[in-house]
């Protein structure tokens, strides 16, 4: 782990510390925990199936959502939600360098291109999914004011006197451009604002469809906020769902420090927000205070706690740090003396793991020792066709590859491959991790045509099981463009390394390994089909 990542690991940290004392700080009465998180059983979705039709409700819903707010505020004894928010210190709580956070934030609707890149590519264009185009956020100062607007949600959803909203038309002669300072502080449009004056005597009929309680259950970084999902019913019967966020303000003062850190790790990870969120997790409880990685790993093999070992052995690989992660993996497997046949047997199932981990630290003459011995043992133990004794036949082969040894491994491979499939089934994970090491197997022996075919069958499973935007696809993806190349099949190449490079780059960003790899492929096919200025395009942005 490079100097640069250990600091940034160490300042989460310490950002993550000094969250939770402020939260300790301000939530000492635990009141929100008595919101306890939920979600309708129908799931939140909006009754809409496209986009047009999703922004068409969302106009007419709009203006409700303030008058929703409003009440809200005043049931929750709040008297200005106009108004900046400061902290105890009397310093502004600011959004950026030019805005305060005021009580209440009703911005407009949510940007059309954006709505459109996340139905793409979070939602599988489904933009019934969609359920923040409408949304608000409201600041409190103190845990009886969350509490009270949580409690003013409760009370309002379940009133029996509301009606259904009607339909708003505003006469010409309203004069929507004479509340322009109203807009510009509460970040509204003028049409709703003079829809909210119309309605404000009366709440609209709604329900609270989801809560993500985070003051109960915090983030992985600390911060802590209750999101709802609030369904509000419209004239013809039908409803639109909006977002409205709860943030204390303390809370969200100490936000900042860690977000650059947060940022810093999603740049490094890649992937989509679920799987930094993972990962993440996993760094949060590499929490010892140590200088470097080094020291925390010798500390932590020292200590021989088997759930640490196990988080910081995940953690490790993936960050990549397999020679790490071997020594972990040698204190799990140390940490058993048990001669209890259920323990021997997770020892082996470690020791798999510990050869396959030296194969990736590059320690190809330990991985080959280790995966015979161990592969022998389950032999005995197990028996040849073991989905255990077939893992670490696999590992044996990667190592015979990586040294050269293409005959061998791809003997082991086919034999694996041909056991799995009986055993385990063709869509198993196990079955299409030996397929894939087979195909790369046969690429490097110059048997391409052969190689070719699988490799449509390994994109097609990884599509559908991992998603098309994985790390996995793509690589496929960008290798069969390789493979298309030397086959000379030279626009059918140029198609599969432009498909993967683009998802890489919606996906990952620019700065990312795969993206990088991708943008090479890509180059140097359009190097042999003359596009030598949009090579040099790509090749430049490797040095970016």
């Known amino acids: 782990m490079s100097e640069t990542l250990f600091s940034n690991v160490k300042g989460f940290l310490a950002a993550k510390r000094a969250l939770d004392a402020a939260a300790a700080e301000v939530l000492c009465d635990n ?103 409408v949304r608000a956020s409201i600041v409190c100062d103190a845990e009886t004011q969350l509490a009270g607007v949580a409690r003013a949600l409760e009370r309002l959803a379940s009133r029996d006197d509301a009606e259904p909203i009607s339909q ?34 009366t709440c609209p009929r709604f329900t609270v469809a989801r809560l993500k309680n985070r003051f109960a259950t915090p983030l992985y970084n600390g ?43 999603r740049s490094f990870f890649g992937g989509n ?26 500390a932590a093999c020292a200590a021989g706690d088997a759930r640490q070992l196990a988080t910081l052995g995940n953690l490790l690989a993936m960050l990549g740090e397999w020679d790490h992660a071997v020594s972990v993996l040698t204190a799990r497997i140390d940490a058993i003396e ?42 005995q133990s197990h028996g040849q066709r073991h989905a255990e004794t077939l893992r670490c036949s696999c590992v044996l082969a990667s ?13 082991i491979f086919s034999e ?45 499973w990884r599509t559908e099981r991992l998603g098309p935007n994985h790390a996995d696809t793509l690589s496929s993806i960008s290798n069969y463009g390789y493979l298309l190349a030397a086959l000379g099949r030279l626009d059918a190449a140029a198609t599969q390394n432009e498909l993967a490079h683009d998802r890489a780059l919606r996906t990952f960003g ?14 140097n096919v359009y190097l042999q089909v003359g596009r030598e200025d949009e090579a040099m395009q790509l090749f430049l942005t490797l040095d970016a």
């Open 31 to 133: 009141m929100m925990r008595e919101f306890p998180s939920f979600v309708v059983e129908k799931g939140v979705r909006q009754p809409d199936a496209t986009l047009d039709a999703v922004y068409a409700a969302a106009a007419r819903a709009h203006p409700h959502m303030v008058v929703v707010c409003s009440h809200l505020l005043k049931e929750a004894g709040i008297t200005d939600g106009a108004a900046e928010v400061r902290l105890p210190t009397g310093e502004k709580l600011m959004v950026d360098d030019a805005h305060a956070f005021t009580r209440l934030t009703l911005p407009a609707l949510k940007g059309r291109a954006r709505a459109e890149e996340k139905v793409k590519n979070d939602y599988n264009h489904n933009a019934s999914r969609l359920v923040d185009v």
């Open 168 to 201: 708003l038309e505003l006469p010409e002669s309203e004069n929507v451009e004479a509340l322009d300072g109203l807009c510009e502080k509460f970040r509204v449009s003028g049409f709703a604002v003079v829809a909210a004056n119309r309605l404000k005597k």
């Open 416 to 460: 694996a491959l041909t056991a799995q499939e009986a055993t385990l089934g063709p869509d198993a994970l196990e079955t299409n991790e030996t397929l894939s090491q087979q195909v790369l197997c046969l690429d490097k022996m110059g048997r391409k045509a052969e190689a070719e075919p699988l490799y449509t069958r390994i994109i097609a």
């Open 273 to 298: 927000m679920a799987a930094v969120d993972d990962r993440m997790r996993l760094l949060a409880a590499l929490d010892g205070g140590h200088d470097s990685l080094a020291e925390a790993v010798a």
């Open 399 to 411: 190592a015979l590859a990586a040294t050269g040894r293409y005959e061998q491994a791809l003997a």
């Open 338 to 379: 048990s001669s209890d046949v259920t323990f021997l047997c997770f020892a082996a199932n470690l020791r798999v793991e510990r050869a396959k981990t030296l194969f990736k630290a590059t320690r190809f003459a330990e991985a080959e020792a280790e995966a015979i011995s161990v592969r022998d043992e389950l032999r």
């Open 510 to 523: 620019h700065g990312h390994e795969l993206t990088k790899r991708t943008a090479a492929d890509l180059a």
């Open 223 to 265: 911060y802590r906020d209750a999101l709802y999902n609030i369904q509000i019913f419209l004239e013809d019967g039908t409803y639109h769902v909006c977002e409205l966020q709860l943030h204390l303000a303390a809370v969200v003062a100490h936000k900042k420090r860690s977000h650059g850190f947060y940022e810093f790790f």
